[in-house]
């Protein structure tokens, strides 16, 4: 009796041995086969070491032995780690040459898979919006019923004091796990608006126009919406200095678009500028109350460090550049050349 009782336990030692052996080597086995790709692995909220240990089985493919076998053996390294309740939620991604221990490394530090999503410079708000309702990775949290809703809850949720929005948002590429929210992204580009915008600032000359940072955004996102060629925003930027020293009107089509805001149609016609809104800069002097785009860095340098410049007039040439002139009589001739004669 006590010489199999002897065996008995010698056996199950001898076995427990085998096991541990078998699993040091297994948690540092590459779980893809050498040729695979990355392979996504998907962590609920609140999942169970059983329910994590499946994901994990699904994703391997290198190992021959059958899933239940691989998901056992899962439960035995979160249990034996005692770290199965460190496991963050969220997206992840088995890699080539990812092993068992360094998979759970991944887990547990949160190293989830991280997405892209671009604001673009010149979009307005609306536009971001449009953007981040179709990011189907991102948590909705923004009300959707009109764009005056989303405003006032964004405002509200990231402090803006104005309620405006418009122009806050610095144009940029930002990187997001999936589960984190809309407002999440819009927060990291408040933030990068903020602090591009006070850099510039602080290199404000001693004799500009501009009163606070509120209105160098302001001008700058005009200024973005004004030209595409880069060569041309310090002279434009020149031109609407200029014209705010001595009072005269900006007369810029681009703040009259955003005041018809979605009834504009792609035609902008006389009746169209000659029809007062808070945004028409040629019914009404100085800027206009909110930025109409998102500017980004070369635009709010543009506007805070304007080229030095007489002229008080542009005209697009056609082809993304622009004619200055420092009389109306030059502006008129360049207006035949370039708009009437094209």
Known sequence: MFKWFKRAFALIFLSGL??????????HQPMLEP?????????????????VARSAAAASNASAAPKWLTELAWVGLLRASGKARSIKSGEYEVAPGDTP??????LVDGQQVLRQLTIVEG??????????????R?????????QQNAEKFVAQRLGIASGRVEGRFFPDTYRFATGQTDLDVLRAAALAMDKQLSAAWDKR????????????LILASIVEKETGAAADR????GVFHNRLRIGMRLQTDPTVI????ESFDGNLRKVDLLTDTPFNTYTRAGLPPTPIAMPGKAAIDAAIQPAATNAMYFVARGDGTSQFSATLAEHNRAVDKYIRGR
């Not at 979009?123 to 189907?136: C, M, N, P, V, Y």
């Not at 000359?205 to 160098?216: H, I, K, R």
């Not at 310090?234 to 930027?237: K, N």
């Not at 955003?258 to 805001?261: F, R, T």
């Open 205 to 216: 000359p001693a004799a500009t126009v501009l009163q606070s940072p509120e209105q160098a």
């Open 123 to 136: 979009w307005t708000f609306r536009q971001i919006l449009q953007t981040l309702q179709k990011e189907k």
């Open 138 to 146: 991102l948590a909705q949290s923004i009300p959707g019923q009109s």
């Open 258 to 261: 955003y005041g018809l805001g």
């Open 18 to 27: 085998v096991l541990a052996a078998i699993g040091l080597w297994w948690i």
């Open 101 to 106: 221990r360094r998979l759970l490394e991944k």
């Open 234 to 237: 310090g002279q434009i930027a």
């Open 35 to 51: 040729a695979a790709s990355s392979t996504p692995l998907l962590v609920a909220q609140g999942a169970s070491a059983g329910q």
